[in-house]
């Protein structure tokens, strides 16, 4: 099952890497997201896992909601391509990910497999509440601030209003000189035309 | 699960070869952010991945590990989502290469 799990994360994580739409790659890491806490949960690590599973999606899930709201599509839909010097980026990723390999997996094979120590909340509580503290305020100051930065002030929303409407004035006035031009070059057809 | 710990270290170690190619390459923020988030998972497998599959002598410090490593990519998504959102907001770009400093 680990084997089959492991290459869903990474389909999903090319996914992610290599989609050239936005919605797309918002889906695939969704996807992946969920994968990864189902191998984590499969492990034996259950609150993780189950953290795994709905922090993220959840985040994810806000970060599209405040995409599609009104005035946001452009930036879901707007995809430029791999940066130039993507050849490099490819390059140096492909070594990290090698040197991690060779590091990691080349030194940890040896080890034997057995239960693990205490129950995750009691290393939470005892061992690491500092840690668990400062992770706590983390989040709740990102998710603060991500608030802060996202909202939009009424002067903004008032602007925004105005441009809206300078936008809609300026398409109706391009149609009606379209039709304007339409009915002339008519008219002057039929001015011009043999009786 | 017949998984040990080296099976965890390769499904890390490709997640975030191919999270820090998303980061580099790409020059929209949304997948740029999205490829960080890939990134940010291959901490959270290998931490869980040792830990269960460990010696045992270690207590869970490997879940406690990745459960702040989920903690920090939740905080990076909803801070980088407004500040890609606020960027768009002043220069109508998402366009990395072509954000400066006037934008921000």
Redesign the interface.
Same mark, same amino acid.
């Given at each position: 099952m680990f084997y089959v799990v492991a290459v869903l994360i990474v389909v999903a994580a090319l996914g992610a890497v290599l989609s050239p739409s936005t919605r797309l790659v918002l889906l695939a890491v969704m996807a992946g997201d969920i994968l990864v806490g189902i191998l984590l949960i499969a492990s034996g690590a259950y609150l993780v896992g189950a953290v795994a599973l709905v922090v993220p999606a959840g985040c994810l899930l806000a970060v599209a909601a405040l995409l599609r709201r009104n005035g946001y599509a452009a930036l879901l839909a707007d995809i430029p391509g791999r940066a130039a010097s993507w050849p490099l980026a490819a390059a140096v990723s492909a070594g990290i990910g090698v040197l991690l390999v060779w590091t990691t997996a080349t030194r940890v094979s040896g080890t034997s497999a057995s239960a693990a120590g205490q129950s995750l909340l009691t290393v939470l509580h005892y061992r690491t509440p500092i840690a668990l503290g400062v992770a706590a305020v983390l989040v709740v100051a990102a998710v603060g601030g991500a608030l802060m930065i996202g909202r939009t002030g009424n002067d903004e929303r008032l602007l925004d209003r105005a441009a809206e409407q300078r936008r809609l004035r300026e398409m109706r006035a391009q149609t009606r000189r379209a039709h304007r031009a339409a009915a002339r070059a008519q008219r002057e057809g039929r001015g011009s035309a043999p009786s | 699960?017949?998984?040990?710990?080296?099976?965890y270290?390769?499904?890390?170690?490709?997640?975030?070869?191919?999270?820090?190619?998303?980061v %580099?390459?790409?020059?929209?923020a949304?997948?740029a952010?999205?490829?960080l988030?890939?990134l940010f998972?291959a901490p959270?497998?290998?931490a869980?991945?040792?830990?269960? %599959?460990? %010696?045992?002598?270690?207590?869970?410090?490997? !879940?406690?590990l990745?459960?702040?490593t989920?903690?920090?990519?939740?905080?990076?998504?909803?801070?980088?989502?407004?500040?890609?959102?606020?960027v768009?907001?002043r220069s109508? %770009?998402? !366009?990395? !290469?072509e954000m400066t400093e006037a934008d921000l």
């Open positions: - | 699960m017949s998984a040990g710990p080296a099976q270290a390769v499904l890390s170690a490709i997640l975030f070869a191919l999270g820090l190619f998303g %580099t390459a790409r020059r929209n949304v997948a952010l999205a490829s988030s890939v998972s959270v497998v290998a869980v991945g040792f830990a269960e %599959t460990g %010696t045992g002598s270690l207590p869970r410090l490997g !879940d406690a990745a459960l702040f989920l903690a920090a990519l939740c905080a990076e998504l909803v801070v980088g989502g407004a500040v890609a959102a606020l768009w907001r109508e %770009t998402a !366009d990395l !290469d």
